[in-house]
């Protein structure tokens, strides 16, 4: 057993095994971010943006050594010394003190943040068991707010010395995708390596919770009770290890001067918003209870709930699991719930014994009164909305920033399910049985772990993302075709331009026409997609087109003697067959294959007239041998960067059954491309195209979420590139069915009811 001084000891060596693994990372982050740069010059793009590109990769050249130097010393620093937070930029203010923002600081502040959740996206289980491991080792509950563990500290430290280094919010968002990425990667290998050191060191070797909830047929049968998901040892071992925060802490809004002020994408305007929702709701309980918000200050800090409110909320979810259980035929009944509600809040009141309890209960029963109140959610649906009240009044009472943020994954759990759910016109159609299965199947699996708090919300709503993406794919009637010819559509893509990347070093140093050279590029490398897509990579057919690919190489190359000159006459008649053949598989019309036919007429008239380079016969040999093996020299799908440069007219893709968007609107601003990147499966929009303006859900977003299929009630499939998209956002095309989440709705109805009746909280 280890004594207190050892185990500071070891947190300490542990933080500096962090430290150093980041600082190992850097070179590399330097060196992947100017590689960026270079790939950024090279894509075509519109005047304007070519030259904001120079600018910025100029800037970023002659600043970057400074930022990777300050970088590393800042890190350095921060783990001697602490973290300095006296110059960190206050977003919130006191009444007495409201101010306006500048948009520089407003805006580092929106990309320190999303900096910070794209951290903790990917790397949430490292960071937990991190955290339980130090957490243990120095005897308190929880890390400072201010720990250099924590991902918006880091976040806040490369912000800094990035403008502190005469980089600009400029220069940010042109690399901010692969900042994010590289970031969080390399955050999340720190935080393994660190358990890893730990584990050597036998501090906890075992935390992982993840196996420990898990999709099993058991788990959604209608009398089960929500514990069927996992044994008995499991759920001891969850419990016994109480979470906190798996996400930083956004700052709550002072006034709604923030939502004028912020800068950045429509859904960033949309967070903005709902913080200023939150922000005006605690300045309403702030001022009949002043120790409510107090506990703010110290959000990661569990707050203990009174015996004897808990035993009273045990019995209520008892009690709503029993009716559930035994069919109560009124379940799903509006005005049954309503008043379910009503005497359970009654209840939780007299068994509550502070004054910041009986408030919270107050709240969270408003909360809830506004989501069963809400028409778009189908009846059926209501009973298992119901059902979260319990789960989220324990976090409300333990987890003071559920009141703080709308990052909190109760509040994303619930609005992920709203957005399923909410329709245009729910009466219009049902809700599938999987989604109901799966809500059903979630809510149950939180109600199992009563303890765990913000933990079991966080897990389910990673598994209910996930469960989305197989659903629309695999079990929805409705969308299902379109996923899978959208689908389709992007692997034609992707292996084009995977054939595109490999032609084009393969003919890097050999003599060929530019007709020809352009056609393999343009033109036969979809021809090879679409062929492999079809047939299969090894068929006979793919061979075919792989074998014209070499004809058509060696006949444009130089023919000085007769013999050569005959061989190519007697190969042209299959070999122009073949080629028009390919152009038709992939979708050309005839007006574009005659067109092709006589640039490369032109080509290999070149070649009789010794105008063309001659090809030596071993190099001639070798490329043949590489076409033949040409899928087996791809790069990996992973590493093809596609992007709305590389995404071609997808016009060609069009049937019966996928209407595709070629045209429309005006080019989108960065901020409306932002907002398109954020769009999520599942959620319902208005679309105005073709003459007809109609419900569409989102059901599908391809690698790279540069490709995006709507699909509407009747099945009618629409599919966008991103920046299409984005325009269709910027006109006003397409409309989200919901201006607030469902949460954010719900609040403020409750602050409403509140600002009419204030003494509401202190009964």
């Known amino acids: 057993m280890l004594n207190a001084a050892s185990s500071k000891a070891l947190a300490t060596q542990a933080r500096r095994v962090y430290i150093e693994a980041l600082l190992r990372a850097l070179p590399g982050l330097i060196q992947t971010l100017s590689e960026t740069t270079r790939q950024l010059l090279m894509q075509p793009a519109e005047y304007a943006v070519q030259v904001a590109r120079r600018d910025g990769v100029n800037t970023w050249q002659r600043h970057h050594a400074t930022w990777h130097i300050k970088l590393a010393d800042a890190l350095r620093q921060a783990a001697q010394h602490g973290v300095n937070v006296a110059h960190a930029p206050e977003l919130t203010t006191g009444r007495d003190q409201m101010s306006l923002v500048d948009d520089d600081t407003i805006e580092r ?11 903790m996206d990917k790397a949430t289980w490292e960071f937990s068991d991190l955290r339980n491991r130090i957490s243990m080792l120095e005897q308190q509950e929880e890390l400072s707010a201010q720990d250099l563990l924590r991902a918006h500290v880091v976040a806040r430290i490369v912000l800094d010395t990035w403008h502190s280094s005469g980089l600009t919010n400029a220069e940010w968002q042109m690399l901010q995708n692969v900042l994010h990425d590289e970031l969080s990667l390399l955050t999340g ?90 922000g005006r709701l605690n300045r309403l309980i702030g001022r009949q209870l002043p120790e409510f918000v107090a506990t703010q200050a110290h959000p990661n800090q569990r707050q203990p709930m009174s015996p004897k409110l808990t035993a009273a909320m045990d019995l209520a979810e008892e009690m709503a699991r029993k009716r559930v259980a035994f069919g109560d035929a009124v379940a799903n009944k509006g005005s049954s719930l309503l008043e379910e509600l009503q005497q359970r809040k009654q209840t939780l009141k007299k068994a509550a014994e502070t004054p910041a309890e009986r408030a919270t209960i107050e709240i969270v029963a408003l909360l809830f009164q506004a989501i069963l109140t809400e028409e778009r959610i189908p009846a059926s649906m209501r009973v298992w909305f119901a059902r979260l009240q319990m789960p989220v009044l324990r976090v ?23 957005a399923c759910v909410m329709g245009f016109n729910p009466s219009a159609g049902e ?85 020809v050279r352009e056609f393999l590029f343009q033109v036969w490398a979809d021809v090879l997609a679409v062929t492999a897509v079809r047939s299969g990579p090894q068929a006979d057919a793919t061979r075919l087109m792989k074998r014209a690919a070499a004809d058509l190489i060696w006949s444009a190359s130089a023919k000085v003697s007769r013999e050569e000159r005959a061989e190519v006459i007697r190969r042209l008649p299959p070999l122009l067959k073949t080629l028009r053949e390919g152009m038709g598989h992939a979708g050309l019309p005839a007006a574009k294959q005659d067109e092709y036919i006589r640039t490369l007429n032109n080509s290999l008239a070149a070649a009789f007239t010794a105008k063309a380079a001659a090809i030596p016969r071993e190099r001639l040999e070798e490329l043949m041998e590489q076409l033949e093996a040409l899928e087996e020299m791809l790069p990996e799908s992973d590493d093809v960067q596609i992007n709305e440069s590389m995404v071609r007219d997808l016009s060609g893709h069009e049937s019966e059954d996928l209407e595709v968007v070629a045209d429309g609107g005006t080019p989108p601003t960065p901020a409306m491309l932002a907002w398109a990147r954020e769009l999520q499966v599942g959620s319902w929009y208005m679309l105005d195209y073709r003459g007809r303006n109609e419900p569409m859900q989102l059901a599908w977003r391809g690698m790279r979420r540069q490709l995006a299929l709507f699909v509407s009630p009747q099945g009618r499939g629409v599919l966008f590139q991103l920046n299409r998209m984005a325009a269709f956002l910027q006109a006003g095309l397409l409309l989200p069915a919901q201006d607030e989440s469902l949460t954010v709705r719900a609040t403020r109805t409750a602050m409403e009811k509140l600002e009419v009746d204030p003494t509401r909280l202190l009964g």
Do not use: C
Not at 109 to 119: F, G, K, T, V, Y
């Open 431 to 515: 809700v599938g049985q999987s989604l109901e299965k799966e809500i059903k199947r979630v809510v149950q699996v939180v109600e199992a772990y009563p303890d765990t708090g913000r933990r079991v919300f966080q897990t389910v709503l990673t598994e209910f993302e996930k469960f989305l993406d197989h659903y629309f794919k695999n079990e929805n009637q409705t969308t299902k075709k379109g996923v899978s010819l959208a689908q389709q559509v992007e692997q034609r893509e992707t292996l084009a331009i995977q054939f595109t990347i490999e032609l084009r070093k393969m003919l890097n140093e050999v003599p060929v026409q530019d007709g």
């Open 189 to 278: 290998e720190a935080y393994h390596e660190t358990n890893r050191w730990l584990v050597g060191q036998k501090v906890l070797p075992e935390v992982d919770l993840r196996p420990m909830i898990r999709r099993t047929g058991a788990s959604s049968g209608p009398n089960s009770s929500g514990g069927g998901s996992t044994g008995v040892g499991a759920a001891s071992r969850y419990n016994s290890q109480p979470g906190a925060d798996t996400q930083p802490s956004a700052h709550v809004a002072g006034d709604e001067t923030r939502v004028m002020t912020r800068a950045g994408s429509l859904g960033g305007r949309a967070t903005a918003h709902a913080e200023a929702v939150l």
């Open 396 to 418: 409300a009472v333990s987890e003071p920033d559920f009141f703080a943020t709308t990052d909190h994954p109760a509040r994303r759990l619930i609005d992920r399910m709203g």
């Open 109 to 119: 502040e929106i990309h320190s943040s999303r900096l910070a959740l794209s951290i």
